[in-house]
C-alpha cells in the first residue's frame, strides 16, 4: 500500500492542449480518493498518468517515496479496472480472475489461495467454473474486480467502473466496492460522473475543471463550503440556485424578492461590490406556510410565481423563473452549460415538503434558511463567505467518518 503524490502535473497531448493543467494532489495511503468533473476535464487522463499508461508532460508523480515519472507501467505494481473491463471469454472465471498472478508466474499453489481468497471476498465461489458469457452484468463487474484486486497492489485505480451497469446494480456494486476497500485498506482513486458515487464512496473527493484542480475535501466540505461557483455548481443535484443580487446592508435584492441576510459576516464579505451571486440550495428553501414562527423569524420570506411543480413522493420541486441582468444571465447559462445541466432559462428550483400544496399558477410565500446561503464574486467565481470555522470542524468529522468505517470493516485492525 502506498501513498499517491503528485505535483505540478501537466499533461499535454501533441496538438498542444493541456488536458491536466498543473495538479497538484496528495492520495493517502489508504485513502479513497475521488476524481469528478465535467466530461474532458481531465480525469481519465490523470488517472492514466498515474497508471504509466500516458506520458507526463511535467510534474513529478510519486508513489510511496519512489518518483515513477519514467517507470514503466508493469513495475508500478498498481491495478486498473476501466469502464470497459475486458474479461477473457474463453477463460473461467477462476482463470480470468488468476491472469494477472500467471503472468507474475506465481505458483500454482499461491494461485489457487488468491483465487479463492479473492472469490470469496466477492462471492464468487460457486462461479469460478463458468465462462464470462453466462454472467449477469454485475457478476462479471465483480471478476473485474477480483482481477484487479487478486494482485495485492500499491493502489487501486478505477475509471468509470460502474457506468455499464443499470441503476440497481450500480447501486449494490457500490456498496460492494466501498466495504472491500475498507476491508482492505488500499490507496484508491476512483473516476465517476455519478454524483451518488463521489458522495458515499470517497473519503475525499477532487473536482476538475478544464484540468484545472478546483478545491479537494470531504463530501460535505465540497457541498456546505464550496470554494467556487463551479464547484457550488457541480456538486449536489439538482444543482445550487445562483440569483444575481444587489447588496445594501445587510439586505439583499434578488430577482425573487428582496430579503434582510441577517448576518453581518456574509454582508460584510460583499466587501464594495455592486452586484453578487446569491446560491441557495434547492433544499433551503421551504413553502412557508409550513414553517414554524422561530424558523421563519431566522430566515427570509419572498413572494414568488411558481410556473411548475412536480411531486415525488417523498419531497417535491418548484420551478421559479426569474429575470436576470443580461451579462449575468448570460454568465449562468454558460456556467450551466458546462456543468452538462444545459438550463434554458433563468429559473430558481425549489424543493418542498412533499405535504406542501403549492401549485403551478400560485403566488407562493417561500422561506429561505438564510443561515446556509452562499455568496459568490461574479467575476470571479470565488465564494466570498466561506467559513474556515466549519472547514476545520467539517474535515476532523471526516477523520471520525473514515476511522469508524475502517473500525467497522476491519474490528481487528490495530488502532492508529
Ligand atoms: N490521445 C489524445 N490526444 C489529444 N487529446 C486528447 C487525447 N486524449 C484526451 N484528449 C483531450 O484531453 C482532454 C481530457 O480528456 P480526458 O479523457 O482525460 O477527459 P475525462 O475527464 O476523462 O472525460 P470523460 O468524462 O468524457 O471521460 C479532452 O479535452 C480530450 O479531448
Ligand atoms: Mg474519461
Redesign the pocket.
Known sequence: MAAITMKNIV?Q???G?P??NDVSLDVRDGEFMI?V????????????MIVGL?DITSGEMRIGEKVVNTVAPRRRNLSMVF?NYALYPHLTVYENIAFPLRLAKRSDEEVRRRVTETAKLLELTEHLERKPANLSGGQRQRVAMGRAIVRQADAFLF??PLSNLDAKLRGQMRTEISRLQRRLGVTTVY?T?DQTEAMTLGDRVAV?R??ILQQVGSPRELYEQPVNLFVAGFIGSPSMNFLPASVDGTFLETPIGRFDLRDERKASAVGDRDVVLVGVRPEDFEDASLVSEDKRAAGALVRVHVDVTEWLGNEQYAYVPYEAPRELADQLRELSRELDSDQMRTQAVVSLDASSLITAGDEAELWINTSRLHIFDPATGENLTRDEARVTELADHATRVREAQRRAQRPDAPAD
Open positions: 499533461k497531448y501533441g496538438d492542449f488536458a491536466v476524481l468533473g465535467p466530461s474532458g476535464c481531465g480525469k481519465s487522463t490523470l488517472l492514466r500516458e469502464q475509471d468509470e473516476v460522473h476538475l478544464k484540468g
